[in-house]
Nanobody, 118 residues
């Protein structure tokens, strides 16, 4: 299982930018497909983006063109560059392997809070 530590969240005005980082302690990180997820109050956790070992990426329609996922395999770290932030991007952001672990015993980090204000 991955042991992620997310950071970089904060309070930002609509239209602003943030860069999230996730230090992921997991064996053979460079071979893993890694994803960013988010959970807004009262909603289920959802996929934001994922990146495969070779660097190809995929995004949820709601963030396409605004967010960029990247990875540094030498640092076991995944990043999420967020631009043109909207109020609806407000959520707790997590990273983990992709697909999203379904087991209730899956290990999740504390997440990092992103709050977008008007």
């Amino acid at each position: 299982q991955v042991h992620p530590v997310e950071s970089g969240g904060g309070l930002v005005q609509a239209g602003g930018s943030l860069r999230l980082s996730c230090a992921a302690s997991i064996t053979f990180f460079s071979l893993k497909v890694m994803g960013w997820y988010r959970q807004a109050p009262g909603k289920q956790r959802e996929l934001v983006a994922f990146i495969v070992p070779g660097g190809n990426t995929n995004y949820a329609d709601s963030v396409k063109g605004r967010f960029t996922i990247s990875r540094d395999n030498a640092k076991n770290t995944v990043y999420l560059q967020m631009s043109s932030l909207k109020l609806e991007d407000t959520a707790l952001y997590y990273c983990n392997v992709f697909p999203m672990p379904s087991s209730p015993n899956a290990n999740w980090g504390q997440g990092t809070q992103v709050t977008v204000s008007s």
